[in-house]
Antibody, heavy 116, light 106 residues
Framework: QVQLQESGPGLVKPSETLSLTCTVS????????WSWIRQSAGQGLEWLGQ???????NYNPSLKGRVTMSVDTSKNQIYLKLSSVTAADTAIYYC??????????WGQGTLVSVSS | DIQMTQSPSTLSASVGDRVTITCRAS??????LAWYQQKPGKAPNLLIY???TLESGVPSRFSGSGSGTEFTLTISSLQPDDFATYYC????????FGQGTKLEIK
């Protein structure tokens, strides 16, 4: 059973870049797509994008180019960067293993607050 | 982008009740529709995909139906473990979620 664990700073200042890591255990990240999703009180669940190791990434157009995803297969990790954050980016951030955007395995989530 | 609208936002019911939650898409998503259950402090859990296919391990009291723009999730006989928040998700064009339906004990 694959397990996912998000990690990163819990507090980010406005206008800075949010950086999170998703560490996967119990299986290789090489053969699956991986998504990032966030959940806030105001916006509910929002899909941020997906990445396939060794392939391309697809991002939610609503994020207007602020999001970047990458992987390190040697560490079995997936990364999320969200630039120019504002208070509206305060949310619980999840990574998930997906098949055709079906989100079958999720991490426990990590809360990120944007505040000065 | 495709907007998803769930109704009701909150549903009060009792153990043993049959309940139905509706999800409407702003344009056709064919049957690229999934349902998730989320409990407080936990990540969502996939219940149904392709509008009506039960994920492995999900009790048969859960069922989904619909295609195009209108979908339903039905729980045939509510159990105590079913009180949670339910979300629909379209995955025809990227992915968007409904705003959720909180199922609470009457």
């Amino acid at each position: 059973q694959v397990q996912l664990q998000e990690s990163g700073p819990g507090l980010v200042k406005p206008s800075e870049t949010l950086s999170l890591t998703c560490t996967v255990s119990g299986g290789s990240i090489r053969t699956y797509f991986w998504s990032w999703i966030r959940q806030s009180a105001g916006q509910g669940l929002e899909w941020l994008g997906q990445i396939y190791p060794g392939g391309s990434a697809n991002y939610n157009p609503s994020l207007k180019g602020r999001v970047t995803m990458s992987v390190d297969t040697s560490k079995n990790q997936i990364y999320l960067k969200l630039s120019s954050v504002t208070a509206a980016d305060t949310a619980i951030y999840y990574c998930a293993r997906e098949q055709q955007l079906l989100l079958g395995d999720w991490g426990q989530g990590t809360l990120v607050s944007v505040s000065s | 982008d495709i907007q998803m609208t769930q109704s009701p936002s909150t549903l009060s019911a009792s153990v043993g009740d049959r309940v139905t939650i509706t999800c409407r898409a702003s344009q056709s998503v064919s049957d690229w529709l999934a349902w998730y259950q989320q409990k407080p402090g936990k990540a969502p859990n996939l219940l149904i995909y392709k509008a009506s296919t039960l994920e492995s391990g999900v009790p048969s009291r859960f069922s989904g139906s619909g295609s195009g723009t209108e979908f339903t999730l039905t729980i045939s006989s509510l159990q105590p473990d079913d009180f949670a928040t339910y979300y629909c998700q379209q995955y025809k064009s990227y992915s968007t979620f409904g705003q959720g339906t909180k199922l609470e004990i009457k």
